[in-house]
């Protein structure tokens, strides 16, 4: 335990009197069916400290979070706040314990306004039971601009920010309800640059009105910049709680999956076949959104990073290149000749084969209800059909091919999709363009919310599909993929590409002084 944490948390104590945990939870155990989630799970958390929960997706921690947020109850063991037991057996009683959650896969409504969302289910009402809508909506204005977010406005649809901006809105109705105890769940997969600066500010502020924060996270780096210790849960029980500052990352790893990752990241190509006739290529492209002219030029056998901070365009470059934002001006180029993707169809149809991996795989890549051989066949179903039927045998073949190379277990053919890891869901997007036998995969920030295990496979798959001479342009949030995985990378800012980096060039720093606009260069189609 931090010294420092116990002793702020013990300030006030009589001499010689042990500290209260803010937060402690004992021999927990919940199962669903015969699957054990949780196996008698246990960790502390002072008051004032932010304490990092880690594991591999499936290790647990999505239902301890659950458990404490009131959504489901323990089938054993303790939880206990400031020393006293506490049933948690609804969401409305957590709060009542001053707990609150920022989930990763967001609660908030897409219909509704940033206040709206923000004030369910307590929003101010008048004597007879009426909204008082100016009331709340000056209330959501000054608490947003009290901790710093007041670029969004309250009466936005959520539909209609961006996922960073409704990752704030989730965070920032958690701090709107003052907790005590705080849940981060994975509040930084959709955050990069300025936005995880300012929720390590929040963070401090937090921790200064003696705040409890369970941070859960698959970023290490960010873990080490908020933290001072971390319990890791695998298989459902508990590992191990260290001090972060005593702990080096392969020691975490280590104890994360059990084993030790020798190399994160694969080897890159030898050589790049810049040559050649680039299999996808964009000349000046732009959108009636934040796409404002980006040119790139893409080769076989080559990982094509594109970088940049949240909201310059990227999403509206990858979105184009898979016929789903209408140009506004510019070419996109299939082996050098000019095509026109009206729509996903377009982009699929053979003869051109790319393929997307969106940002958000539950709401954009699967169907959450349906099996995995429905989802993973979805794109070419019509190649196991004759005459308007399914051979079934053959269609459960081709997939239970393509689950094993990407090592999801067979179950996932008949097993709806959203029964699985997060990390599993996405190899699962994965495997249905690796059937369709895509030339071009487009994928964007892949690794979001996965483990570190499922990562390294990622990774794997990815080199693995550019050394069979696929291609691929890659977006990621976490600057040290981009870095380790791609062949070049091309920065872009304010909806351009500014500069391009190759080489030695590709590093942390340079990427960075281009993604903040300085000193970037003018990037020139195919270079």
Not at 29 to 58: I, P, R
Not at 147 to 155: A, K, M, S, T, V
Not at 388 to 415: F, K, S
Not at 443 to 454: E, I, K, N, S
């Amino acid at each position: 335990m931090s010294v420092t944490v116990r002793e702020a948390a013990g300030a006030t104590l009589p001499r010689g009197s042990k500290p209260v945990d803010a937060l402690d939870v004992r021999g927990v155990t919940k199962t669903f069916g015969a699957t054990a989630a949780l196996q008698e799970a246990s960790f502390s958390v002072a008051a004032g400290e932010a304490h990092a929960l880690l594991g591999e997706n499936g290790a647990g921690k999505s239902t301890m979070v659950k458990l404490l947020s009131g959504l489901i109850s323990p089938d054993a063991g303790a939880i206990a706040l400031a020393g006293e037991r506490a049933a948690l057996e609804s969401p409305a009683a957590a709060r009542q314990h001053g707990i609150a959650t920022a989930f990763q896969e967001l609660t908030l409504v897409r219909d509704l306004t940033v206040t709206e969302n923000m004030l369910m289910p307590d929003a101010p009402r008048g004597p007879f039971g009426q909204l008082r809508r100016r009331q709340g909506e000056r209330l959501v204005a000054e608490h947003l601009a009290a901790i710093g977010l007041d670029e969004i406005d309250p009466r936005a649809e959520i539909r209609d920010l961006e996922l960073a901006q409704r990752q704030k809105v989730e965070i920032a109705r958690a701090l709107f309800r003052r907790p005590r105890v705080l849940l981060l769940d994975e509040p930084t997969s959709s955050l990069s640059g300025r936005d995880v600066e300012w929720l390590g500010e929040r963070i401090a502020a937090l921790r200064q009105e003696a705040v409890t924060i369970v941070f859960i996270t698959h970023r290490l780096r960010e873990v080490r910049r908020f933290c001072d210790r971390l319990t890791v849960l695998r298989n459902g029980r508990t590992i191990g709680t260290v001090e972060v500052a005593a702990a080096s990352d392969e020691e975490v790893i280590r104890m994360i999956i059990g084993r030790s990752l020798a190399s994160t990241f694969p080897a890159r190509a030898a050589t790049v076949r810049a040559r050649e006739i680039p299999v996808l290529a964009a000349q000046e492209v732009a959108t009636a959104g934040k796409l404002r002219g980006a040119s790139f030029a893409l080769h076989a056998g080559e990982i094509l990073g594109i970088a940049g901070l949240q909201g310059m365009g990227q999403q509206e470059l990858f979105l184009a290149c898979f016929g789903m934002a209408p140009l506004a001006r510019g070419k996109i180029l299939v082996d050098g000749r000019e095509v026109v993707l009206a729509s996903p169809r377009d982009a699929i149809r053979n003869g051109i084969g790319i393929s997307l991996v969106p940002e958000e795989r539950k709401t954009e890549g699967l169907f959450l209800k349906l099996a995995g051989r429905f989802n993973v066949s979805l794109p070419v179903v019509q190649r196991f059909a004759q005459f308007g039927v399914i051979d079934v045998a053959r269609e459960d073949e081709a997939v239970a091919r393509a689950l094993a190379q990407v090592e999801v277990e067979p179950r996932a053919l008949y097993t709806p999709v959203g029964a699985f890891s997060g990390g599993n869901q996405q190899k699962l997007v994965i495997a249905k363009w690796l059937l369709a036998e895509s030339r071009i995969l487009l994928l964007f920030d892949p690794t979001r919310g996965v483990d570190v295990g499922t990562k390294q496979q990622i990774y794997r798959l990815m080199r693995a599909f550019a050394d069979a001479c696929g291609a691929i342009l890659f977006h990621s949030t976490e600057i040290p993929e981009i870095v380790n995985m791609c062949d070049r990378v091309l920065v872009m800012y304010e909806g351009r590409t500014v500069a391009a980096c190759v080489g030695e060039a590709i590093e942390e720093e340079t990427i960075m002084r281009a993604a903040l606009g300085e000193g970037a260069a003018a990037v020139r189609a195919g270079e």
